[in-house]
């Protein structure tokens, strides 16, 4: 799905702290299928724009647009039904729970009748068909914590993906993770911008980055220029 739909704009953004101007004036826009990276210097605001984008900040004035309707994001479970999901560094999974329960943990879907029965086939069925839209080749019924880390932050963006996430946000997604994983991981990118998802990512170094990606490079302020990558 190749279309330049804008999923969001973020406009005049301001927000501050006791004692510190976190953000002036902040626009940022993001289209259906771009990636944007965040770079830049600690503590420039990039943190406090996503904060504000996910619901978790309120910002001081300025407005956000979802697919150009004006929207308040009071809280971070509005922000997730609204399709913006944000994956932090320090995953949120049950790893005793299997892959496909931690998918739809929280949100399983019952059966019709009285009896409110999870309908774990649905559960098996769409977890595999989000897997192979990542096109990741995950046990969807293993145990979470046998999984490596890449592949348990594999299993958030399926997480994220199985409720029609239109915006994906991704704290420092490739701190932790080797030259393959990394190299797996962007696979994972690249089949969620054909389907159209945005994807924002803290991204801590230029090299890494695929070539022909925006890099949004921060000051402080949240002031950011954008580059694309070679
Ligand atoms: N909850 C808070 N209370 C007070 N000050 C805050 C809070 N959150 C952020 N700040 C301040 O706002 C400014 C922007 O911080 P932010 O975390 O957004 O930067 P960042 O670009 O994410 O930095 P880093 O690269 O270190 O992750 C900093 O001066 C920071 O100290
Ligand atoms: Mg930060």
């Known amino acids: 799905m190749e279309n330049k739909a804008t999923l969001l704009e973020m406009r005049n953004i301001d ?24 770079l830049g210097e600690n503590g420039a605001g990039k943190s406090t724009l996503i904060k504000i984008l996910a619901g978790i900040y309120q910002s001081d004035s300025g407005e956000i647009l ?44 019952v059966l019709p009748g009285f009896l409110k029965k999870v309908d774990w086939e649905h559960v098996e069925r769409e977890s595999r068909e989000v897997m192979k839209r990542l096109d990741v080749d995950i046990d969807i ?37 080797s030259g393959h994983e990394i190299h797996e991981l962007f696979n994972a990118v690249a089949r969620l911008r054909e389907q159209g998802v945005g994807i924002i990512y803290r991204g801590f170094c230029h090299a890494q980055a695929p070539s022909g990606e925006l890099l949004k490079l921060f000051n402080s302020g949240g002031n950011h220029f954008l580059r694309s990558t070679a």
Not at 22 to 35: H, I, N, R, W
Not at 71 to 82: E, K, M, N, S
Not at 158 to 170: G, N, S
């Open 66 to 109: 979802l697919e150009g309707s004006p929207t308040v994001i009071p809280d971070a479970r509005t922000g997730r039904d609204l399709g913006i999901s944000v994956i932090y560094q320090e995953l949120n999974l049950v790893p005793d729970l299997s892959v496909a329960k931690n998918i739809y943990l929280g949100r399983e879907p």
């Open 15 to 38: 927000k501050s702290f006791p004692g510190v101007h976190a953000l002036k004036e902040v626009d940022f826009v993001l289209e259906s299928g771009q990636v944007h990276i965040l």
């Open 141 to 177: 019924l293993a145990p979470v914590r046998s999984l490596s880390v890449a592949d348990q932050q594999m299993v958030e963006i399926a997480r994220a993906l199985a409720f029609d996430c239109k915006i994906l946000v991704m704290d420092e997604p490739t701190s932790s993770l």
